[in-house]
């Protein structure tokens, strides 16, 4: 008698849902990208209560058919054009299926020696794709809002190690652009920082940190008799993928004496591809460094890549190490929990290890540049068109566009927009207008899914401009699948 699922049964169940995965990733467009039910739907259709005794598969995956996938907002779709769109690739998704089933936890080099020592491979490999040198120490985060707040821990014991005895000193700063992600000041408060000591630091009219604005908070901070501790610089902001001018903030840390943190969560990627590499000049003489492979190399959620110049800060900040997790100590064996918050670990580097070896440098690169020239050729045909006005430079994959008109119009047109199926589109604010961003990064995306999207989007302006109610609805342009 099994206690777990019979290997009989795992095999027959496994092979169906590969088999449900390959369908689905052969074409996602069968499903729409958003869920057409309201809040609430999903909740009232399930027991309150978990079962008593066990249910079969056949029901499991029943349900998950007819409830859960309906409900669902699929990032894998090559309509999603929303944040920033993501993939999860095949060989990927198959790591994912080894991990679970290994089910390891790498909080130490002795607890699995492949979850350490592949996490410092495929790190390794990575930061060779990037161009950096072999002066970072890499590890793997959940996302980037770990890394960064691992980024400004690190800086907090360079800057006052005094704080790991006697708690935070209340006259740190923490320095970034206006057009930050908000994983960066959370991470400030997180770290105890207080608001009152982080700069938002002015940006310029392509929407990057002014390097002048910075030196001057900088020298005023110091003047008032505060302690600046950490910049963070963005390669790829989140609302339109400005570039900040790391070369120039990496000048005035260096000259400053201040820890510096990028964050190339999303546009570090660029720099697999050779001709775009130039947008991490600078990095090399960071602090640190972070970017996504969850969110521009096909990798399956999540997985984010930070690098460290000085690891040992962390280990400052972070290392604890209670008797039970005492292990004999050698060069060649690093344990992971003296340098992280958490103590467990996935084995997230599997995945990566199969992404980039599946697909190597020279196709990952490709797909970047295919979503780059995508996104280049959606800006002109979008500028071409007098309705629509173009509302930032589009360097990378995402272009931010909005109606000619006032904020409620593109409110309105956004919202149209994601009911009709089309596509999954997000906003944001510059200069308090409200602009639609059209990210593209699914690795499924081809120019076609851009055209159907633009048709739909042209409709919707022609209607708005007429006052007319809504004519595409989700049902005219999605017919379910029925099984
Ligand atoms: C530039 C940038 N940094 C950080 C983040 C936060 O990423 P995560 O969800 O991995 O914490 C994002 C999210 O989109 C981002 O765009």
């Known amino acids: 008698m099994w206690r777990d699922m019979s290997p009989d049964e795992f095999r027959r169940y496994g092979h169906q849902i590969v088999d449900w995965i390959a369908d689905f990733l052969a074409d996602p467009r069968q499903f729409p990208v958003l869920s057409p039910h309201p809040p609430g739907w999903l909740a009232r259709q399930l027991p309150g209560e978990a079962p008593v005794e066990g249910e079969s598969m056949d029901q499991i995956l029943q349900d998950f058919e007819r409830l859960v996938l309906p409900h669902c907002t699929i990032w894998n779709h090559p309509r999603f054009f929303s944040y920033f769109a993501v993939s999860s690739s095949g060989p990927g998704i198959l790591a994912e299926l080894l991990a679970a089933a290994l089910n390891m936890n790498g909080m130490l080099w002795q607890s699995s020696p492949a979850v350490t020592e592949l996490e410092q491979v495929t790190l390794g490999w990575l930061r060779q794709w990037l161009g950096l040198p072999d002066v970072f120490f890499g590890m793997i985060h959940d996302t980037a809002s770990t890394s960064t707040f691992h980024a400004i821990l ?120 050779p001709e775009y590499r130039h947008l991490l000049d600078g990095v090399a003489q960071a602090d640190s460094f972070v970017v996504n492979p969850h969110k521009w190399l096909f990798t399956p959620i999540d997985l984010s890549a930070f690098y460290i110049r000085h690891p040992d800060a962390l280990r400052e900040a972070l290392c604890l190490v209670p008797a039970y997790l005492r292990s004999p100590s050698n060069a060649d064996a690093v344990n992971f929990m003296e340098y ?100 593209i990064g699914n690795i499924h995306t081809c120019w076609e899914d851009l055209e159907a999207a633009l048709a739909t989007l042209r409709q919707i302006a022609t209607e708005l401009a007429s006052g007319q109610d809504p004519q595409i609805t989700l049902d005219s342009v999605y017919e379910p699948k029925t099984s």
Not at 169 to 190: I, R, T
Not at 357 to 366: D, E, L, P
Request: a positive charge; aromatic letters at 6%.
């Open 154 to 273: 690190a800086a907090r014991a360079r800057a006052a190690p005094e704080a790991r005895s006697d708690g935070v000193p209340s006259n740190l700063v923490l320095y970034f652009s206006e057009q930050a992600h908000s994983s960066v000041e959370k991470a400030g408060l997180a770290a105890g920082l207080g608001r009152k000591n982080m700069r938002l630091v002015a940006t310029d009219d392509r929407f990057a940190m002014k390097p002048e604005s910075l030196l001057e908070a900088i020298r005023a901070d110091r003047a008032a008799g505060l302690r600046p501790m950490c910049v963070v610089a963005t390669v790829g902001t989140t609302s339109t993928t400005a570039v900040d001018p790391v070369p120039a903030i990496a000048e005035i840390c260096e000259r400053e004496q201040i820890w510096l943190h990028v964050d190339g969560a999303y546009g570090g990627h660029m720099a697999v591809v």
């Open 340 to 439: 992280t918050l958490p103590l467990g670990r996935r084995f997230r580097a599997l995945k990566l290890w199969f992404v980039m070896r599946y697909f190597g440098q020279a196709k990952i690169a490709s797909l970047i540049r295919g979503h780059v020239e995508m996104a280049q050729r959606l800006a002109q045909t979008l500028q071409s068109d007098e309705r629509f006005e173009l509302c930032a430079p589009h360097p990378m994959s995402l272009v931010c566009f909005r109606l000619r008109g006032s904020n409620a119009q593109n409110e309105e047109l956004l919202e149209r927009l994601n009911r009709s199926g089309a596509g999954f589109f997000s906003k944001t604010v510059l200069g308090g207008r409200t602009v639609l961003r059209w990210s």
